[in-house]
């Protein structure tokens, strides 16, 4: 081999990446790290869907467990009409009774329509809302840490599941059609029909939750079921 040719073998030997062969590495390298942190991503978001699903499942459980065993309407009072055509009609007995001021005192299922169990409820039926969410028991569920420890703030437990709430509808159906509501003062008496307090109830309970950089809560689920 001539002396010229071993020069020309050392120099392209010793050659290294070209700045457009260097470019298309840190191409393919980001494009797969890119890739990866997106999966990441993905299954975080998933992963955290399938827990607030979860949670939102048991706590509108927790609300038909606690009404399983109560009656449509108040065994005292029951459901009342007075007026009607050619005047409008006037219920009385629907929602809750002179003296049930808590959760603990609603003795019937038509109590619980339209209120709001959350995690910034207060006493009361004025602004439609109670302390919750609540659980079986008719007790607020406390927060709990990852260690299973009920979450306590400045030495004081903090009695609510942060950023929940459940949300209890009830509605009269029409007997022979279950898909239909019907209004709560519905009355067929008059025409051989069911009495106010017959109906069958549809009771949904919809279950929110609002995360600390959430404008508004956010529906995650809704479990219904027909009491007959």
């Known amino acids: 081999m001539s002396r010229r040719t071993k020069r020309y073998v050392r120099r392209t030997n010793a050659r290294g990446f070209t700045l457009i062969e260097a470019a298309m590495a840190v191409v393919i390298i980001g494009v797969g790290v890119l890739a990866m942190v997106d999966a990441q991503q993905a299954f975080v978001r998933a992963n955290l869907w399938s827990s607030h699903a979860a949670s939102a499942t048991f706590l509108a459980n927790e609300i038909r467990e606690h009404t399983r065993l109560l009656p449509k309407h108040d065994p005292v009072t029951s ?8 005047g409008p009609s006037t219920l009385y007995g629907w929602g ?16 619980f329509d339209g209120i709001e169990f959350t995690f910034i409820g207060t006493d009361g039926f004025d602004d439609g809302d109670l302390p919750g969410p609540i659980d079986a028991f008719g007790a607020v569920i406390p927060e709990i840490t990852v260690s299973g420890d009920e979450l306590v703030t ?3 437990v903090d009695q609510a599941m942060i950023g929940w709430s459940q949300t209890v509808i009830v509605e009269k159906l029409d007997p022979f ?5 019907v209004p709560d003062w519905e009355d067929r008496t008059s025409t051989g029909g069911p009495a106010a307090h017959e109906f069958p ?5 919809e279950v929110r939750y609002q995360g600390l950089n959430d ?13 007959p």
């Open 177 to 181: 059609d279950t898909s239909t509501v």
């Open 201 to 205: 109830l549809r009771v949904s309970v």
């Open 79 to 86: 459901l009342t009409i007075s007026g009607g055509a050619p």
């Open 96 to 111: 809750p009774n002179a003296g049930e001021i808590d959760v603990t005192d609603f003795d019937d299922m038509d109590d």
């Open 154 to 156: 400045a030495g004081v």
């Open 215 to 227: 404008i508004e809560p956010e529906l995650i689920t809704t479990v219904s079921w027909i009491v």
